[in-house]
């Protein structure tokens, strides 16, 4: 049952990565983030991840209307 309900309602989800065009993408109910980002062909290797401006992991679980953002991390510089 649980996997015609995921089919049945499917949610919008919009992906911002710095430096790319916006995607906009329809997933499951219930989807997770990494979902969201297969759908996109995007990968988060690399970045960090902002749900609605929150901080978040692959394996969060998305709501309509979510809003993904992938920040490319930062590294180098010079230790103190």
């Known amino acids: 049952?649980?996997?015609?309900y995921r089919q049945e309602f499917?949610?919008?989800a919009k992906i911002l990565k710095l430096g790319s065009a916006a995607f906009c993408?329809?997933?499951?109910?219930?989807?997770t983030i990494q979902e969201a980002?297969?759908?996109?062909?995007?990968?988060?290797q690399g970045s960090s991840i902002s749900l609605?401006?929150?901080?978040?992991?692959?394996e969060t679980a998305i709501s309509e209307n979510a809003v993904i953002t992938l920040i490319?991390?930062?590294?180098?510089?010079?230790?103190a």
Request: charged fraction near 15%; charge should be neutral.
């Open 37 to 44: 980002l297969d759908a996109a062909h995007l990968s988060s």
């Open 72 to 79: 490319p991390k930062v590294s180098g510089g010079r230790a």
């Open 10 to 12: 499917p949610l919008k």
């Open 25 to 31: 993408v329809d997933v499951p109910a219930g989807a």
């Open 52 to 58: 609605d401006g929150l901080g978040a992991g692959v």
């Open 1 to 4: 049952m649980a996997s015609i």
